[in-house]
């Protein structure tokens, strides 16, 4: 059949069963849906795996189209009445990734329309399905592997910082507060990481791929869930996720339901190989290993170097949260009064570039801190307000306690304090235990 090429035993049969499913043919909406599809997760997904280079040309070239695009299309086809952001925010929801999608449909909708008309006599697409398959379970893998490698060495949910163990509940926003459950338990960051790495790292193996897809379906379920339940801005991108892990596993749904549904025999599901040449497939193989190696290995070190950074402030000579014994204001000793609106209740140094001033009613107030340590010195700004600024000077007669003194708000400050042991916190003290006589539910 290809003269002298030889076919493996599993290619030959791939290849009968491509042959066989051609005189059948799919049906006209199974050809439709999967043009679509095909079309729409490519816009949606790409440049993958292109953005995962060191260098991100070809993903700033991208993102610079949609940049132009998607605002003319919110000013003069949606007539949005309001400016459409371009810039990255922290947020996957916002206004600008609705319009990109809106977009992405109605480019993928038209690229059917025409593909239909141009191809019209085609009756199936095994073996486009098949590169399909491979190029959304890279993307869906990569996407799980970084999620996992980000919470396994917790990186994406640290530990609560300082100023949130001052915080009460009620002030907590729905994400803020999910942020510290999740940062609360190192333990379930790892389990969580290591179940998102592992449906990731099965998706890279061609035989284990439904079963990662199955790990991922469950796992990104309940991080759609969180999302919704707690107002993330991940809600696109974790449903786009989800919607593929669903794809993927959908292509043995049959088989599935036949043997935990039905307790009937099946028989295997033969892909249309990539290619005909069985060099070629060992080729592709190699390197979907050698891509996901990467991911694992390069998402790692990124989580790690991201902890460190979270790690660095406890190393600022200031670093903690400070109660405040001694205060005067303009010369004047001010006591610990509730009603006292200039009075400093704690002072809180999380890290060498903010500083944050919890006042005597509760409420706080962060600035921008430049810290020399050799000067003993705090440069303090407001990012709100360029004109205004601060200088203080410090000293630690011992290692519980600081002493501040200065120029703040136009008014001399000096005040003594103590170091707080935040490990003492509840939230940070209760630790796990085996046997409960009680709920210890606070």
């Given at each position: 059949m290809m003269g002298d090429v030889a076919l493996s035993p599993e290619v030959q049969q791939s290849v009968a069963l491509d042959d066989?499913?051609?005189?059948?043919?799919?049906?006209?909406?199974?050809?439709?849906?999967?043009?679509?599809?095909?079309?729409?997760?490519?816009?949606?997904?790409?440049?993958?795996?292109?953005?995962?280079?060191?260098?991100?040309?070809?993903?700033?070239?991208?993102?610079?189209?949609?940049?132009?695009?998607?605002?003319?299309?919110?000013?003069?086809?949606?007539?949005?009445?309001?400016p459409i952001t371009v810039f990255t925010n922290g947020s996957g929801d916002t206004t600008y990734d609705y319009v990109k999608i809106l977009c992405l449909l109605v480019l993928a909708a038209l690229a059917t329309i025409v593909w239909s008309l141009l191809d019209g006599k085609r009756t199936e697409y095994r073996r486009l399905q098949s590169w399909f398959l491979l190029y959304i379970r890279l993307v869906l893998g990569s996407a799980m592997i970084t999620y996992g490698a980000f919470k396994v060495i917790q990186a994406q949910f640290p530990a609560p910082s300082l100023t949130r163990l001052l915080e009460p509940y009620g002030d907590s926003s729905p994400m803020g507060l999910l942020w510290t459950l999740m940062g609360a338990s190192k333990g379930y960051n790892i389990f969580a990481g290591a179940a998102e790495m592992l449906g990731g790292i099965l998706l890279f193996v061609p035989q284990l791929a439904t079963l990662g897809a199955l790990i991922s379906v469950g796992v990104i379920s309940n991080i759609f869930a969180l999302n919704m339940a707690y107002d993330t801005p991940v809600k696109l991108y974790s449903f786009h996720l989800l919607l593929m892990a669903a794809i993927i596993a959908g292509f043995d749904a049959r088989r599935m339901i036949d043997v935990l549904l039905l307790n009937r025999s099946t028989e295997p599901r033969m892909a249309a190989p990539l290619f005909r040449r069985r060099r070629l497939q060992q080729v592709m193989l190699g390197l979907q290993f050698a891509l996901g190696a990467y991911v694992v290995c390069d998402y790692l070190y990124q989580s790690h170097a991201q902890a460190r950074t979270y790690a660095q402030g406890r190393e600022m000579p200031i670093y903690g949260i400070w109660a405040v014994d001694q205060f005067t204001y303009d010369g004047q000793n001010h006591p610990p009064l509730l009603t006292d609106p200039d009075r400093w209740q704690r002072v809180v140094f999380q890290n060498a570039r903010a500083m944050t001033v919890q006042m005597m009613d509760g409420t706080r107030q962060t600035f921008l801190l430049k810290l020399d340590a050799d000067k003993k010195t705090l440069a303090i700004d407001k990012a709100a307000d360029k004109n205004w600024h601060a200088q203080l000077t410090y000293d630690r007669p011992t290692l519980g306690d600081l002493n501040l003194a200065g120029q703040f708000a136009r008014h001399q400050v000096s005040a003594k304090l103590h170091r707080v042991d935040e490990s003492k916190y509840l939230l940070n003290s209760r630790g796990f235990h085996w046997i409960n006589e009680f709920p210890f539910n606070r």
């Open positions: 066989s499913d051609s005189r059948s043919g799919w049906g006209l909406a199974a050809r439709v849906t999967f043009r679509f599809a095909f079309v729409y997760f490519a816009l949606y997904n790409f440049p993958f795996p292109l953005g995962l280079l060191p260098t991100s040309y070809a993903d700033e070239r991208w993102e610079g189209l949609w940049h132009k695009l998607v605002p003319w299309v919110g000013a003069h086809a949606l007539h949005i009445g309001y």
